[in-house]
């Protein structure tokens, strides 16, 4: 196997990407303006205490120029494994899996990156000869995609041509599409989609959007089952993962490489790794993503528009052009090749992106929440997914510690409606009333719930042939967020709904102010605060 | 009579007798055996009570009021019933107290007669027929004189002045005959007619069998009203105010021509609740006006009545009775004597008086009404009865108008309207039936006369004046009424506040353990929020363009109308009819398109309450069985939540659809049968099988089980279920947010 | 904590921070009617602008042309001493005995003008002022105002020391209600005038119980006579009772 060098980057930021950006740590004194929090599918201006910190996302870097030739390239010199086209013989069986809709949020303006390397792919899969190729959708427990999810992903062309035999969704639930592959050292059991595990090549099309993605989370999670899954998605697991975006230092990425590892044994997989920038708001909104401070009086006059406007919508007109939108995203990098490489040279770009240096921990974080989770695309924000999206991603959103001390307080600004999807969501009803109602400990629900949800026929069918998650999903949901609360002195939601907060176990405030109050009590007079303003996604590389 | 006071206690006069006393189950009966255990403990009881007399004295009698604490032992009992020849009686029986009576004012006229006319002779020859003759107390009426104006004298019937003779053999044929009559008539094709309309009216849906039985109960009913009515009229006509006291005046003038060794007749007037013994305001029912006055203060009926306010009325309280049987007993007279325990002569109160005394207290204190607010109670109107009459006819004929209308036009919001009809034809009735009843006592103005009363009171011994005493001059009619009766009545009427309950209620979960059953659910209303119209807009209209998915639909709501009221008359005429639509529709491209129908249809109205009902029970270990009338290619994938599903299905034939069901529909009684058949089927008990149900159409099969549940029931069935106290639940869909 | 204030005309701009459109409170639910709210008060209180000049007027008008001619028609009053009113000091307490409500009338068309536009009646509030129709009438007719007899006529007693006090003539009847007899005077009209100051006219009705008596309408028509006497002046030193046993034997004579 030859090495490639890396590509197409400036070198400069590839070192100590997080450091050159203090400029993103911005400090409130007497005359700054009020802070943008997103609330779900609103906008508040909040106004924070003096000697708050605000931590602001990097801007977004340049994305490459010609897409295209750096896949061409990606594929003809890839690291760590031979170039694609020695890989491909005629008569073989090439199956080709990619990210489901979860990734990237919100989606990407036409043509999604993975249509393109897929279109990349079997070109040269035509040009080699192969005939038996399968397109699968690597989504594990999470939803089916509808016909037209999937031809956003891959392509009006590609989509035309495979579906709906030789293009699908992976179901998890089909006993015989299963393979079990064995256990891990550790005891984990490790279970594959049958076409994958018995192709002769396994190419996988991914998007790495947070440091969290790609890697042999890919594959090894994309492709199991419940079993497999089960190995660590459970609350031990998350809790010892500090953080999901370090994978070094998360148990949970431990547990998937050490799949991925059976798995690469039993099947040759070619992955192709691309990343995001964080450029996440389109065209006249692109100033969201900027510090309030720089705002010009356009800018701020739109932004007051587009506030009063959203203010007053019907919920459901306004639910329905948030999730039209989508992300005029660029592409900062096309790697290919063999799992260990390519995903290190992955998360530099990631880092590269998204990494912002902060010093010291706070007592108090805030974050305003957006509308969108990888688990409500063209759906609903329930109050269990408001909780994941919380605990889950916002507070895990550190490398080194986290950004607010142990027993400190988190605020976050969402209405919490208890709403739920029932196509997507069905479990999720029942999780609520039925689980969440007895208890909110993420131990108790483990031991005394999960199984019956995760066996539950009814769930099984809905998930196999439905575009319902998993009966077992919501579980995850909240593990999700188990190592927050084990962290956390309290979770406070402003302007949430009374009765939702409460089931959730979370406390709420109608302003920011009372918040605030109420956070004092819990971690003292004074408190340090930092602001989190997130999305655009990035990431905090926090020193105590 | 005497009018010096005895030198011997009553104690020592009863000492060593033994007394038979009937009737020991009723108000007065336990006043009376209260006072014979308490006062008289050298006096042996002999009970006479129907049914299991030893089991009924120590469950019901020793454990009430007047009996409480005091000791049994020393009372026999005899069972047998006065209603009916052969009674079998011990012998050595001193004194016979005659309390049984049927007291009710709405009794046909034999059942009258065969208690209160011919039970006190056939009680004396049964303790002849063993070998006493005893001295016989008979406890009759004051109002047995009849409607009287003036003075009523203390004479038996038959023997005060201008009374009118009567047969009594004559009367009882007569009313046997009545009773062979009217049920002959009550099976005449017009009555029917009318039964059978008014139970289709209530719950025709439900089915033939259901509409079937109710036209019988209702039936059963016209016949005892109409038997009542002409009673009542008989009574009215010869001169009583009611059967009540023509048959005590009959049973009267039977005994006495039995000619027993001794005889009394005591009369008292209205008895009302205990003022002395066993302690202030004992009562067991609600008596005469009882009902008046907890219906006015509760606010349920007008304060219309037709009835003259200056009449007296006459209340005694019932230890006063007891204490003058008993003072009766010790001094046994030479010849027959009459006695009126009454108060209108000595201390007379109005029916004025009463009804100020009633509004100062239901102002007071007011009762709370179904809100738990206090009740505000008008002022008592009195005018005349026919006044009262028309106005309730006006009103009735308005709220049958309003009634018919409901079932003719499918008004929305009809539950609330026939809510409110329900309870103002319920209010009127019982205003109706209330004047009916009591219009004499309205306007009987008459003073019962009591000489006999007062010297058998003069006669008493000084020590035993507290003990036996029932000196009418004693009652300070404001405390009796203000203080002891009405909040005797309002403890009986009103039930204590509860005390505060946690806010979590208890679900109506199914136990968890348990024997093994079915659990039957109706999938429209119940599963789904959905009905076979929806399925099938909502697949005609699939793939249709916006612009003719609008057309279809308002060309679909013209005939909606229709189908509701069709629904309404009979669910199994209306499904039929509905399944024609699908005539020459595709079958294999409907199929297809079903396919589609768990997203799009099935998921957006699912009630999870019932997926999470339907999961606890297969945790149990029941079996889950969903019916519907819905298509079986609809709804297949609820196959996956349920153990089995039954669904309609509909005839093919060349590719397309007929039309026609395969089955009759599965609804009321046909659903009933189906469990049945799937109880037995599977070795299980249908006492232990639950069933959930939404429509009328589910009546008979949530009769059926032994735990049923009411979801989302529209008026009809809600009122079914209250008056059964079925649990009533209400599930909502997810679908809102979408 | 102190907070960051820049940023001003963004924040007016956007405007302020609106919560999630929940589903919202029913506008109407319905109302339970339990009776009347015990907590209201229950009574009209006093219409003082029936005292205004141009009602004034129209009672005036609508008095001399119906309420008298019915009075004279259906009473026959002769009335005795009305002229000595002239020499009579205004304000005064007019204090006739009391067997009917025809008394009211009776001393209003015995008073001359100059007394009968300056005069108010007091009207027992529990029996005049319960329903506003009731309240109105009394008030146009015979120029009422709310008298509360209850808790021994303090509050009463106190409007009319008011009345007093504005200059106005004020008409109570010492006996406190109809037929209660030569024995049943009160003392509360003799404090009144110790209080303010102001003279008693003790006036003596005859007749009127039979023409209107208590409990019933018009009976009959009878001849009633208006007696009026010379002022009482409340002496110096006089207690309430003695004031009342002066007035009870100048009325009764």
Redesign the interface.
């Known amino acids: 196997m030859s090495i490639a060098p890396t590509r197409m980057i400036e070198r400069t930021k590839r070192r100590q990407p997080a450091v050159e950006r203090e400029a993103c740590v911005v400090e409130v004194h007497e005359h700054s303006p009020p802070t943008l929090f997103h609330s779900g599918e609103q906008f508040r201006l909040e106004r924070l205490p003096v000697g708050s910190r605000i931590v602001y996302p990097p801007p977004p870097l340049k994305g490459l120029i010609d897409v295209d030739a750096a896949i061409c390239a990606a594929l003809d010199s890839p690291l760590g494994m031979d170039p694609l086209d020695s890989l491909l013989r005629p008569g073989m069986k090439l199956t080709i899996a990619f990210d489901d809709i979860s990734l990237p949020l919100p989606p990407m303006k036409l043509p999604d990156i993975r249509g393109r390397v897929i279109e990349h792919v079997l070109e040269r899969a035509y040009r080699a000869g192969v005939e038996d190729i399968h397109l699968i959708a690597a989504l594990a427990l999470h939803r089916r995609m509808t016909p037209a999810e999937l031809k956003r992903a891959v392509g009006a062309r590609v989509f035309d041509e495979f579906y709906p035999d030789r293009l699908y969704n992976h179901d998890a639930e089909d006993p015989t599409e299963i393979v079990d592959l064995g256990q891990t050292r550790h005891g984990e059991a490790v279970e594959l989609s049958k076409r994958a595990a018995e192709s002769d090549l396994l190419v996988y099309v991914n998007i790495n959007i947070v440091s969290m993605d790609g890697g042999h989370k890919s594959v090894a999670v994309g492709l199991g089952t419940y079993n497999s899954v089960k190995a660590h998605h459970n609350v031990h697991t998350m809790r010892h993962s500090k953080s999901f975006m370090d994978p070094n230092k998360s148990e949970l990425h431990n547990s998937a490489n050490r799949q991925g590892d059976i798995v690469e044994a039993a099947v040759p997989i070619f992955h192709i790794e691309t990343t995001l920038n964080n450029d996440m708001f389109d065209g006249p909104l692109s100033f969201l993503a900027k510090p309030e401070a720089r705002w010009t009086a356009r800018e701020q006059t739109t932004f007051a528009a587009l506030k009063r406007t959203t203010d007053r919508m019907h919920p459901k007109l306004r639910r329905a052009a948030f999730h039209k939108s989508t992300a005029p995203y660029s592409i900062t990098g096309v790697q290919a090749g063999a799992v260990g490489p390519v995903h290190e040279v992955t998360l530099d770009h990631v880092a590269a992106q998204q990494a912002v240096y902060v010093k010291g921990q706070a007592d108090i974080v805030t974050a305003g929440l957006p509308y969108v989770g990888p688990y409500n695309v063209d759906s609903i924000l329930n109050p269990i997914l408001v909780m994941c999206m919380g605990l889950g991603y916002f507070f895990n959103l550190y490398q080194g510690v986290p950004l607010v001390r142990e027993g400190g307080v988190m605020i976050f600004t969402h209405p919490v409606t208890r709403e739920f999807h029932p196509v997507h969501h069905p479990s999720y009803v029942d999780f609520y009333e039925e689980v969440l109602a007895t208890t909110t400990d993420p131990v108790e629900i483990e031991a005394r719930f999960e199984k019956s949800y995760a066996e539950d026929e009814w769930y099984r069918h809905l998930y196999r042939t439905s575009y319902a998650y998993h009966g077992v999903h919501p579980f995850y949901m909240w593990y999700w967020g188990a190592h927050g609360l084990q962290h956390l002195g309290d979770v406070i939601f402003v302007g949430g709904n009374a009765e939702a907060c409460r089931r959730l176990g979370f406390r709420r405030a109608d302003t920011m102010r009372d918040a605030l109050e109420m956070a004092e009590q819990v971690v003292g007079r004074d408190p340090s605060l930092t602001h989190f303003h997130c999305p655009p996604l990035f990431y905090a590389q926090v020193e105590a | 009579m005497l009018a010096l006071p005895d030198d011997v206690l009553i104690q020592q006069r009863l000492a060593g007798q033994t007394v038979l006393l009937t009737g020991a189950s009723g108000f007065l009966g336990k006043a009376v055996l209260g006072q014979l255990l308490r006062e008289l403990p050298d006096t042996r009881v002999i009970l006479l009570l129907r049914g299991d007399a030893q089991q009924r004295l120590e469950n019901e009698i020793l454990t009430s009021g007047p009996c409480e604490g005091l000791d049994g032992s020393r009372v026999q009992t005899v069972s047998g019933d006065l209603g009916r020849e052969g009674l079998e009686l011990p012998a050595g029986i001193d004194v016979v107290i005659h309390c049984a009576a049927s007291v009710s004012f709405e009794q046909p006229l034999d059942e009258a007669l065969e208690l209160n006319a011919k039970g006190p002779s056939r009680l004396l020859e049964a303790v002849r027929a063993a070998g006493s003759d005893p001295y016989f107390i008979h406890v009759s009426t004051a109002y047995a004189a009849g409607m009287r104006t003036g003075l009523v004298l203390e004479k038996p019937s038959g023997t005060a002045p201008t009374e009118p003779w009567l047969d009594l053999n004559a009367e009882l044929d007569a009313a046997q005959a009545w009773r062979k009559d009217i049920e002959a008539e009550s099976r005449l094709p017009q009555h029917q007619h009318r039964f059978v309309a008014e139970a289709t009216r209530a719950i025709g849906p439900a089915g033939g069998p259901a509409v079937g039985t109710r036209a019988e109960i209702l039936r059963y009913e016209w016949v005892r009203e109409q038997l009542t009515e002409r009673g009542r009229e008989r009574a009215r006509a010869l001169g009583w105010s009611d059967t009540y006291g023509l048959s005590k005046a009959l049973g009267e003038r039977t005994i006495i021509t039995k000619n027993p060794k001794h005889l009394t007749i005591v009369r008292p007037a209205i008895v009302e609740s205990a003022l002395h013994t066993p302690y202030a305001g004992w009562m067991e029912s609600l008596k005469v006006a009882d009902p008046i006055m907890l219906g006015y203060g509760a606010g349920i009926i007008p304060g219309r009545f037709g009835a003259n306010r200056s009449i007296r009325i006459d209340i005694i309280p019932v230890d006063f009775v007891a204490n003058a049987c008993l003072v009766a007993a010790a001094h046994p007279p030479d010849e027959v004597r009459v006695f009126n325990v009454s108060t209108g002569m000595r201390n007379p109160f109005t029916i004025h008086d009463l009804a100020e005394m009633t509004t100062r207290y239901f102002r007071e204190r007011p009762l709370p009404d179904e809100d738990g607010l206090p009740v505000s109670v008008p002022e008592w109107r009195f005018t005349s009865a026919g006044n009262i009459l028309t106005k309730i006819e006006r009103a009735n004929s308005v709220l049958a108008k309003g009634r018919e209308l409901v079932d003719k036009l499918p008004i929305p919001r009809s539950n609330d309207v026939e809510l409110r009809l329900h309870k103002n034809q319920r209010k009127l009735d019982r205003l109706k039936r209330l004047n009916e009843i009591y219009r004499p006592y309205g306007e009987l103005d008459c003073v019962f006369d009591d000489r006999n009363a007062r010297a058998l009171l003069d006669n008493l011994h000084p020590d035993d004046r507290e003990r036996f005493g029932f000196d009418v001059d004693e009652i300070d009619w404001d405390h009796y009424i203000g203080e002891v009766h009405l909040p005797a009545l309002r403890k009986i009427a009103v039930p204590p506040a509860p005390g505060p309950k946690k806010t979590r209620s208890a679900g109506r979960r199914p136990a968890p353990e348990g024997p093994p059953a079915l659990a039957l659910f109706d999938v429209e209303g119940v599963v789904l929020d959905s009905t076979v119209a929806h399925f099938y807009a909502w697949l005609r209209t699939r793939d249709m363009p916006e612009l003719d998915k609008l057309v279809w639909t308002a060309g679909a709501a013209t005939k909606v109308p229709s189908w509701i009221i069709e629904d309404r008359r009979s669910r199994t005429a209306f499904n039929r009819n509905f399944y024609k639509l699908y005539k020459d529709l595709p079958a294999r491209e409907l199929k297809r398109q079903a396919e589609e129908a768990l997203p799009d249809f099935i998921q957006p109205r699912i009630q999870n309450e019932a997926v999470r009902r339907i999961r606890e029970h297969k945790r149990r270990g029941d079996r889950v069985i969903l019916i519907t009338s819905a298509l079986d290619f609809l709804v297949e994938p609820l196959q996956h939540l349920a153990d089995e599903v039954h669904a309609a299905k509909l005839i093919e034939r060349v590719g397309r659809f007929t039309g026609e069901l395969a089955e009759p529909p599965l609804t009321a009684d046909g659903r009933a049968s189906l469990a049945a058949r799937l109880a037995a089927d599977h070795d299980v008990d249908l006492k232990d099988c639950h069933a959930y149900g939404d429509s009328l159409a589910d009546l008979p099969l949530l009769e059926l089980v032994g735990h049923p549940h009411a979801i989302n029931p529209d008026f009809r069935l809600s009122r079914e279920a209250r008056r059964r106290r079925w649990p009533i639940e209400t599930w909502g869909t997810e679908r809102a947010a979408v | 904590?102190?907070?960051?204030?820049?940023?001003r005309?963004?924040?007016k701009?956007?405007?302020s921070?609106?919560?999630?459109?929940?589903p919202s409170a029913p506008t109407k639910w319905r109302t339970?009617s339990?009776?009347?709210d015990p907590w209201s008060e229950r009574g009209v209180e006093d219409q003082a602008w029936l005292r205004e000049p141009r009602p004034a007027m129209l009672r005036e008008i609508a008095q001399q042309t119906l309420l008298f001619p019915a009075t004279r028609v259906v009473a026959m009053p002769t009335i005795v001493g009305a002229e000595d009113l002239v020499h009579a000091p205004q304000p005064a307490i007019l204090a006739p005995n009391h067997e009917s409500d025809i008394d009211t009338p009776l001393v209003l068309l015995a008073l001359p003008h100059a007394w009968r536009s300056r005069t108010v009646v007091g009207a027992a509030s529990d029996r005049f002022y319960r329903k506003r129709g009731f309240a109105l009438a009394a008030g146009f007719w015979i120029n009422t105002f709310p008298f509360d007899r209850g808790g021994g006529q303090r509050r009463g007693l106190a409007a009319a020391a008011a009345h007093l006090r504005d200059g106005r003539n004020v008409m109570l009847f010492p006996q406190g209600t109809r037929g209660a007899g030569p024995e049943g005077y009160r003392a509360g009209v003799a404090e009144l005038a110790l209080t303010a100051g102001v003279p008693i006219i003790p006036i003596h009705i005859e007749g009127s119980a039979l023409v209107m008596p208590k409990g019933r309408g018009l009976n009959r028509r009878g001849k009633t006579t208006v007696t009026f006497s010379r002022p009482l002046q409340p002496r110096p030193g006089e207690t309430p009772d003695q004031l009342t046993a002066r007035l009870q034997t100048a009325i009764e004579r």
């Open positions: 904590m102190r907070f960051a204030q820049g940023g005309r963004l924040e701009l956007a405007g921070n609106k919560s999630a459109r929940g339970l339990a009776g009347r």
